[in-house]
């Protein structure tokens, strides 16, 4: 029999905020048994702990989608760690996870709290937003700053928007953009809270919208540090996400983002974990 959990990340209520499958004993498995295990729970993510394989790694994962395997592990990191504590599979404080062959830095509570931390944000080269925001049913009337593809680990398109568009805006599933631009971060900023409200749509990865997605809110560190969106001065700076309202899961993401001569180079996501369902179900039928 397989073990698995279902917690909701981002929120201390059940079903609210984002939902994550763990497995948390998974060294039997063979890939396409936890791709049929993740067809089977049917959350967007599962995540399924292995042995470390790299040094100074205290657990791997496989995160899998229902229609295959995801490359990075940075939007699953605070659930899993905290699965791993409340288990007893890992002890509280702070340790690192291996996913695709990259580390990351995680900080689980025994209070169901859990923070991920990542290193320099990845630098990528202009591009057009006209087609992803007509993707979207926006035009470039609805941007309110300069949109950028950023982020730590996976590069997402951050287009900050004015809040109506942001509440209005709709995804064409269909339109051909999202196979080159798999992703729309859409950012309401307000400066004086250091709150944005972000909505992100991610059909290339095989989710329409999101309700709360630790890798965007990381990479809007890096965007808010370009933007100069922060206090010009070098050190730690707070903001904080809020998103997945309308997809009635609303979540709350906590961050951090390092600033050093006007450039992110580090940034951490903090959120609660809430346990929402464990079971037991039965090893895929191998041929």
Same mark, same amino acid.
């Given at each position: 029999m397989i073990g698995y959990e279902i917690v909701d990340m981002f929120t201390d209520n059940p079903f609210d905020g984002c939902a994550l499958g763990v497995v948390p004993d998974a060294q039997e498995l063979s890939e396409g048994d936890m791709l049929a295990v993740a067809r089977e729970i049917g959350l967007t993510e599962t995540a399924f702990v292995l042995p470390p394989g790299l040094p100074g790694s205290a657990y791997r994962v496989r995160v899998m989608t229902p229609a295959g395997e995801s490359p990075f592990g940075g939007h699953s990191a605070v659930g899993t760690a905290s699965v791993l504590v409340r288990t007893g599979r890992l002890a509280p404080g702070e340790a690192v996870q291996e996913c695709g062959g990259r580390q990351l830095t995680v900080t689980a509570g025994a209070d169901g709290s859990a923070l991920a931390v990542e290193g320099a944000p990845l630098l990528r080269p202009e591009w057009d937003p006209r087609p992803l925001l007509a993707a979207?049913?926006? +035009?470039?009337s609805d941007l309110s700053a300069t949109p950028h593809l950023t982020g730590f680990g996976p590069a997402f398109h951050f287009l900050p928007v004015r809040e109506e568009a942001l509440a209005g805006a709709t995804a064409d599933l269909t339109d051909p953009v999202w196979e080159d631009c798999p992703d729309a971060v859409?950012?309401?900023?307000?400066?004086? +809270?250091?709150?944005?409200?972000?909505?992100?749509?991610?059909?290339?990865?095989?989710?329409?919208?999101d309700p709360a997605c630790a890798s965007a809110a990381l990479g809007l560190g890096a965007w808010l540090a370009r933007e100069k969106a922060l206090p010009g001065t070098d050190g730690h700076h707070a903001y904080r996400v809020l998103q997945g309202e309308g997809l009635g899961r609303p979540a709350t993401l906590s961050c951090t983002v390092n600033v050093r001569e006007g450039r992110a180079t580090a940034a951490t996501v903090h959120g609660r974990v809430t346990a929402t369902a464990s079971g037991l179900m039965n090893a895929p039928r191998r041929p």
């Open positions: 979207c049913g926006l +035009s470039g859409l950012v309401a900023y307000d400066h004086e +809270s250091r709150t944005a409200r972000v909505r992100v749509f991610a059909p290339g990865y095989g989710m329409p919208e």
